[in-house]
């Protein structure tokens, strides 16, 4: 990061919360121009087919704070088993 990008960096931390966050969606979203239309498609697909497997019933939802513990290791059980 440059000396500018790091000062807009500092000014931003300066904001209130809700308009940090305002500005961290605004810069998020100028970065999504142009979206890939396969990618797109590919998320729409896998998308509906784990919703499936929750109507289905063959994956179970996983609370947060599982997942968590989980991802970090706490647990050899692969999530949804």
Known sequence: MNA???KLFEDAL???DGERAELAASLI??????ADEDAQAAWDTETTRRVSEL?????????WAEARRIIAGGSDEAPGS
């Open 55 to 63: 109507d289905q019933g063959s994956v179970r939802p996983v609370p």
């Open 14 to 16: 300066c904001l209130p």
């Open 29 to 34: 979203a100028s970065l999504d121009q142009g």
């Open 4 to 6: 500018a990008a790091k």
